[in-house]
């Protein structure tokens, strides 16, 4: 089966977010807002984790990014752009280029995550936490409107979103078998 490549904007962000998160970012710099004007007419954007300070694009310390869609936008009080986005994938980035108005476009192909979880009676309890984190958590609450609180995927990716550990060490989680240890990394920081 042949890999289909596709070609989206690319934008570093010091964000870590796994397929069905949603994230807010302030979009203020006029080539950010010239590429989100460009993706919400197209496909979305991928966006680069910032890892270790990494300002640029360097592919050889991280060549995964988030797909992302722009589900909502307003303005702050600062008159500064915030776009809502939803993951709608991961992909691999084979490479990047600097295309129209000197953006960052990244050949990037799909990127398997976790498969689906069969029913898991574990992830009742770490939902229910799940739960508890969202009502003390004004702002990560009133990102999601539904909540997949039996979902062992959404549950787990939820918990590696929210926690505030180095995107290096989450991104340890993004291949498509490891699912398991992200649950068992998950149990041994919440559980105990």
């Known amino acids: 089966m042949v890999e289909k ?10 964000v870590f977010i796994l397929p069905d998160g949603i994230a807010r970012l302030t979009v203020f ?3 950010d807002l010239k590429l989100v004007s460009i993706a919400s007419q197209e496909q979305g954007f991928v966006i680069l984790p910032e890892i270790d300070k990494q300002h640029c694009i360097d592919t050889t310390l991280v060549n995964w990014g ?3 869609e722009i589900i909502d936008f307003d303005y702050n009080s600062t008159n500064q752009l915030v776009i809502k986005v939803k993951c709608k994938s991961l992909v691999n980035i ?3 280029g600097e295309g129209e108005f000197k953006l960052n476009f990244a050949s990037v192909s799909l990127l398997e995550h976790w498969p689906r979880i069969m029913p898991d009676p574990e992830i009742k309890e770490l939902g229910r936490l799940l739960k508890t984190a969202f009502n003390h958590n004004e702002q990560f609450n009133e990102l999601y409107t539904t909540k997949k609180l039996e979902d ?3 549950v787990i990716s939820r918990w590696l979103e929210l926690l505030p550990l180095d995107k290096e060490d989450k991104s340890i989680f993004i291949n498509k078998s490891t699912y ?13």
């Open 66 to 68: 988030s797909w992302v």
């Open 5 to 14: 490549i596709i070609c989206l904007p690319l934008l570093v962000m010091p």
């Open 29 to 31: 710099s006029p080539l």
């Open 94 to 96: 084979h490479a990047v």
């Open 152 to 154: 062992a995927n959404w």
């Open 180 to 192: 398991k240890e992200a649950k068992a990394f998950i149990q041994d920081i919440i559980c105990k």
